[in-house]
């Protein structure tokens, strides 16, 4: 079957608004993601002048996605994005399969590509990766051009509290899998594989390598990207790793937790204004240091 004529597994369909599959980003071939873009209708709304914001789903990656349809909604209305890439993975044609050196090399060409950067937001498988990625291309490029890093809910492993491990055991049973599947949640039998396989490769990574040089007390420094930590009020992560975190990549503050447990945001949630917001500032801040720009927003 060509390209033209699968089915997409994901969708999105929201009046006004115009969203089409995006197998590549901005021309550049990815590896283990492809994008559905939504932007307003066109002569809906003149240019802003603003980078994409790029939204990264968890292990389930439910056809339906992880995020509100108001959240979307108010990005392109409100916040003024051209445009909403919301990942999804893709392995080898298999949709849902997430194959870790494939979308961590598809993130750190996302992250070094100068031409309007991108407020990316992570959510829990995708958040460990994120910040993977975001070191990788620093090592490439020490400020790279990406607006800002929005991780939520991330987890690590070797750092989960008690609920973190239950939700892993449970996550990574055949049988969820398969009812995920049935009940169409998800649309595909990858969620234990994702969660499985992105645990082991985490063990061996960069990030896990920065958390375990990092010390819990220490002084908090500046990164070259703004980046922020947003958790539920009942997560998987330890205190401590969220502690370590906030060191490696410069967080001054802890976010208000988001209300309830670690979970999808496909229904609104406290969570929607946070995105919003932090694209907004984001983005503000990156078109006032690009060149010849007037301070003005």
């Known amino acids: 079957m ?8 994901h969708a999105r369909s929201l009046p006004g608004v115009v969203s089409e599959e995006a197998p590549t980003w901005r021309g550049m071939p990815m590896r283990g993601l492809y994008f559905l873009e939504s932007r307003l209708a066109e002569g809906a709304r003149p240019d802003t002048g603003r980078g994409p914001a790029v939204l990264l789903p968890g292990s389930w990656d439910p056809h339906q996605g992880e995020y509100s349809n108001a959240v979307l909604r108010s990005l392109l ?6 445009s909403v890439f919301e990942a999804h993975y ?43 990625a975001l070191l990788a291309a620093c090592e490439r490029d020490p400020a790279p051009p990406v607006a800002g890093v929005l991780v939520i809910g991330n987890g690590v492993p070797g750092h989960l509290n008690r609920l973190g491990r239950m939700t892993f055991r449970n996550y990574t049973n055949k049988t969820i899998a398969a ?54 009020r009942f997560d998987i992560s ?28 496909r229904r609104p949630s406290p969570a929607d204004e946070t995105i919003l917001a932090f694209y907004e500032s984001t983005q503000a801040a990156a078109r006032a240091e690009a060149p010849g720009a007037t301070g003005e927003d």
């Open 2 to 9: 060509t390209h033209e004529e699968r089915t997409p597994l």
């Open 77 to 82: 209305e409100e916040a003024g994005a051209p």
């Open 90 to 132: 893709r392995f080898e044609g298999q949709d849902g399969r997430f194959e870790p050196d494939a979308v961590v090399a598809d993130l750190v060409d996302i992250f070094l590509d100068a031409a309007s950067p991108p407020t990316v937001v992570g959510l829990c498988l995708a958040s460990p990766f994120v910040l993977e």
């Open 179 to 232: 009812i995920s599947k049935r009940f169409s949640y998800a649309g595909h039998n990858f969620t234990s594989d994702n969660i499985v396989r992105g645990e082991q490769w985490l063990r061996e990574s960069r990030l896990t390598a920065a958390l375990a040089r990092a010390e819990k007390d220490g002084p908090i420094t500046p990164f070259p990207v703004p980046v922020e930590s947003l958790y539920f």
């Open 238 to 265: 330890t205190r401590e790793v969220r502690a370590l975190t906030r060191r490696v990549f410069g967080i001054e503050r802890a976010a208000p937790l988001i209300p309830g447990y670690h979970r999808s945001l």
